[in-house]
């Protein structure tokens, strides 16, 4: 029961990050209808920056804000210099455009880092509480549910609320009737970039100090379980994303925990495809999704 | 007037469905491919004794390479589905052959057909899992199949973890196999033998998928990637089709894992990682999609451009660790900004642009006239 | 005369790709009236529409909005310039709210309590929308959408409005009632009309000027009332 309670906050607190991530990935699939596959590299190169600036200054929170200012500059540079001038006639040409962007960010940071891990802090215990003898929450578990619910919270905010959020969801939905309507449409297309990748920095800052440490390859499989967290509650649904990926860190945390953890990809896979096969719109999807 | 439009290449061939014209066509179809398929043999031959023994090395491995590239480029150029797993597909080839190996080696067993049964198995094991894989990708599209595939990419490696009892962890395997038969001779070079066995079997898959692009199910490939709706109402099986190219895909793929394992001697997981499938998806984009010559191109790039950026580290003098950094990583580079800039500037890849270079003389040589 | 011309077209030359669908238009929309563009399939009138909003870009020629070029001028900007465009299809985005479409049509304006005036005026003149405010663009029906598409032009508070086919599909007690609106719309704030319709009658009946297009030039361009009384006219161009 105890190691139960255990693996199912500490799934949660995996889930969560994964929540983040797939809402990255939610973000831009619905304002540009591409799949970022270069999102886990981007959001790595961003947490490099941030260990060279923790590196220089001894600040893990200044680190923490660059990174965070890193990953909107770089999703704003990758929708400006490369994506907006990719072809999007056949749905590949930006998948295979991205997964350059992966090579290439790649490589830069294994040029300039090397490929050794590099350790991650993280600024609080990740040692458990214990309440009535019980090893429950760590003070890093609540710091990564407090900063994710802040962000969930405050993009489900401003898309439903402030005008930049309308115009974003109108650029995303009918491009053409909003630049008539005065809507900046290139202009909301990076904002949506930036902020899916500003997103994606924080969660690779929440999510390093938890494995193995920094590296150019440290989010390959992250990326991986975010894309089923997304797939699970469907490419178009933000709130699916957040589920998602709360139920992927449960799966995971689980499979870890009673099976071993060597086991995790195999079970992210067998998700991936079991949804896929099942509902390929996602759990959230009303309908199935396309069927030619 | 007349004169440019005849000069004019025929861009888009009309394909007869189905009929006697083009059962005519093909046996010709066959006997030119058989002809090309035998000079770039007997060019192999002479290459391999004109070159030294590491050119024939990286010639075999350009040849591993060009299996891997040549089903790929059937898969996403033809038929429209991407794969980011086929390095996850040549790892099972090459696990297969490194397994049957091992195991006709541990029972004393020795002879010249051991090694096409180790291939032949290692197709067939790679088959079973690109069915698989298949059938689950011909009920998906676009960014799910690119993910499913990725995942398939990342994970398969870690398998050889995870069962580390038979695959031995990131150790990896060896592969024991046998030096050349006496018969060529006692001082006959090692790398050469590679590069026969290797081109051979190369040679016959490329064989294979030309005839295969020019039939009936090269024509329902290219269909079912234009138009599924218009495929499905022309009475072709979509996900059957999608299916069949999977599998072949896979096929090719596997022997090239295999072949790359036979070269190397040894399988590890680090030799099929991620970065690997990224590769091949790279290759046969800058080479050009969907062409088999195109293949041949990134194939030849696969090799040749780590062989290039490792020339250009030694010529500099850096420190050993800044030296080793971009050795490992700059080709990587490289092959990023290429695909980048490649599907951009020129989505065609290098075999488009010299196709359109070949049409652009033609074309002016008949308009000067008049 | 020309003082008083809101739009101004001359040798207007737009098209997809190699073949333009227009050849040289020359058009004049006095302000404060409603001009009917008519004519045949594939004449050429919603391609004249996209291309004086800058959705497709002109091979040549000029576009005059009260004296104005507005050559170069992004599609984004033409709104604050006083142009509105409803597209054929009538163009509500259906994953938004009813209030959300409308809000979205006065989103770029700088005067924030006229922009929340105008809104208002919008609902008063159309009440079906006010009942509805919270529902999604899919679940209204074409009447309503009509209303939606046209009172989001309307929150602009545009100078010159383009409509594309804003009968279609409509049953004729609704297409009446629009362009009856129309003319009060002219009359009571002296908005400029540019108005495509395939339905010819119910157009020049409420039109001041017709405009008769044919494979891409404008071949009449004449007061509306005689285009209404030429029976030979009529029988050459607009086929009743």
Redesign the interface.
């Known amino acids: 029961m105890d190691r139960f309670v255990f693996l199912t906050v500490d799934g949660l607190s995996r889930g969560a990050v994964y929540a983040a991530f797939a809402l990255a990935l939610v973000l831009i ?1 619905r304002a540009a209808r ?2 970022n ?1 270069a999102q886990g590299a981007m959001a790595v190169a961003a947490a490099y920056v941030a260990y060279t600036v923790s590196a220089a200054t001894g600040s893990y929170w200044l680190g923490f804000v660059v990174a965070i200012v890193a990953g909107l500059l770089l999703g704003a540079l990758v929708d400006r210099v ?1 994506m907006r ?3 999007h006639a ?4 930006p ?3 991205a ?10 940071l ?2 300039v880092y ?2 050794e891990f590099r350790p991650a802090e993280a600024p609080f215990s990740r040692s458990a509480l214990t309440v009535g003898g019980v090893a429950v929450l760590s003070p890093y578990d609540l710091f990564v549910f407090a900063t994710i619910g802040v962000v969930v919270s405050a993009l489900a905010w401003m898309f439903a609320r402030t005008p930049v959020g309308l115009r974003m969801r109108a650029a995303a939905f009918a491009p053409e009737v909003s630049r008539l309507l005065g809507v900046n449409v290139g202009g909301m297309l990076t904002l949506g970039w930036a902020l899916a990748s500003g997103v994606g920095a924080l969660a690779a800052m929440l999510v390093l100090p938890t494995e193995l440490g920094l590296h150019p ?1 440290a989010m ?2 992250v990326f ?1 379980s975010a ?2 967290a997304a ?1 699970v509650g469907g ?1 178009d649904s933000p709130p699916g994303a957040v589920v998602g990926g709360l139920v992927v860190g449960l799966l995971l945390s689980y499979v870890s925990g009673y099976a071993g953890s ?2 995790t ?2 079970a ?2 067998v998700l ?2 079991a949804v ?2 099942v509902r ?1 719109g996602g759990l959230f999807a009303p309908v199935a999704a ?1 069927r ?1 | 007037m007349s004169a440019t439009r005849a000069a004019l290449p025929p861009t888009h061939q009309l394909d007869d469905p189905g009929g006697r014209p083009v059962d005519r066509r093909r046996g010709s179809t066959l006997l030119r491919h058989l002809a090309v398929v035998l000079a770039a043999g007997l060019l192999l031959v002479a290459l391999s004794y004109a070159v030294e023994p590491f050119r024939n090395f990286q010639l075999a491995t350009v040849a591993a390479y060009l299996c891997a590239t040549a089903g790929l480029t059937v898969l ?1 150029g033809l038929n ?1 589905q ?1 794969s ?1 797993g086929h390095g996850a597909l040549m790892a099972t080839g090459a696990y297969t052959v490194a397994l049957c190996q091992t195991a006709f080696a541990d029972r004393g067993m020795t002879g010249g057909w051991l090694l096409p049964l180790s291939l032949g198995a290692a197709i067939l094991s790679t088959v079973a899992v690109g069915a698989v894989v298949g059938v ?1 990708a011909a ?6 199949l ?3 595939t ?3 990419a ?2 398969v490696p ?2 050889a ?2 069962f580390d009892g038979v695959f031995n962890g990131e150790q990896g395997l060896s592969v024991p196999v046998e030096p050349p038969p006496l018969s060529l001779g006692p001082y006959f070079p090692y790398e050469r033998w590679q590069l026969w066995v290797t081109g051979a079997a190369t040679l016959l898959a490329l064989l294979l998928l030309a005839n295969l692009i020019r039939s009936r199910y090269g024509r329902t490939f290219r269909a079912v990637r234009d138009d ?2 218009a495929a ?1 109402l022309a009475g072709i099986h ?1 996900a059957r089709t999608q299916v069949l190219a999977f599998v072949v895909s896979a096929a090719t793929a596997g022997l090239g894992g295999a072949l790359l394992a036979v070269l190397a001697q040894s399988v590890s997981p680090g030799a099929f990682s ?2 690997l499938s ?1 590769f091949l ?2 290759a046969v ?1 800058i080479g050009g999609l969907g062409r088999l010559t195109g293949a041949l191109w990134g194939a030849v790039l696969l090799v040749a451009l780590p062989d290039l950026t490792h020339s250009v580290t030694e010529m500099l003098t850096l420190s050993p ?1 800044l030296a080793q ?2 050795e ?6 490289i ?6 800039v490649v ?2 500037a020129a ?1 065609g890849g290098v075999q488009g642009l010299l196709s359109r270079l070949g049409r652009a003389l033609l074309a002016r040589r008949p308009t000067r006239r008049s | 005369m020309s003082g008083t011309d809101l739009l101004v077209v001359r040798g207007l030359v737009a098209g997809y790709g190699a073949a333009p669908v227009l050849r040289a238009i020359d058009l004049t929309v006095p302000a404060g009236t409603i001009a009917a563009v008519v004519g045949a399939n594939g004449a050429g009138k919603t391609t004249l529409l996209r291309a004086l909003s800058g959705m497709i870009r002109p091979a040549a020629g000029q576009v005059l909005l009260a004296g104005e070029d507005l050559r170069g001028t992004p599609v984004e900007q033409l709104v604050r310039r006083g142009m509105a465009h409803v597209p054929d299809g009538r163009g509500v985005i259906s994953e938004l709210t009813v209030d959300e479409n409308l809000r979205l049509g006065g989103l770029w304006r700088r005067d924030r309590a006229d922009a929340g005036r105008a809104l208002d005026e919008v609902y008063q003149l159309f009440e079906p929308l006010a009942r509805r405010r919270r529902h999604l663009g899919h679940q209204l029906s074409g009447g309503e959408r009509q209303m939606l598409a046209l009172g989001r032009a309307l929150v602009g508070r545009p100078r010159l409005l383009l409509l594309d086919e804003p009968s279609l599909g409509l049953a004729p007690r609704v297409v009446a009632r629009t362009m009856a609106l129309l003319r009060q719309l002219r009359d009571r704030t002296g908005l400029t009309v540019l108005l495509v319709e395939q339905n010819v009658r119910s157009a020049l009946a409420v039109a001041d000027q017709g405009v008769v297009m044919s494979l891409g030039r404008v071949v009449i361009a004449a007061p509306a009332v005689q285009l209404r009384d030429d029976v030979d006219l009529r029988h050459a161009y607009l086929g009743f």
């Not at chain 1, 997964?99 to 830069?108: E, K, N, R, Y």
């Open positions: 699939w591409v799949v596959f490369v001038h990719v072809d056949s749905p590949l040409n998948v295979i455009v997964l350059g962007l992966v090579l290439l960010i790649q490589a830069v294994g040029m090397g490929s390859h390959d499989l991986v894309f089923t797939v490419l060597d086991l990809p195999l992210v896979l991936l495809l896929l096969l390929p396309r030619v | 996403t429209g991407l980011l689950a009920r998906l599209r676009g960014p799910y690119a993910g499913v990725l995942a398939v990342v994970v870690a398998l973890v995870t599924e709706v499905r979509v991620l970065t990224l998806l790279m984009v660790a950094r971009l490992g990583n700059l080709p990587l580079a092959f990023g900004l290429t695909l980048i599907m951009i989505p």
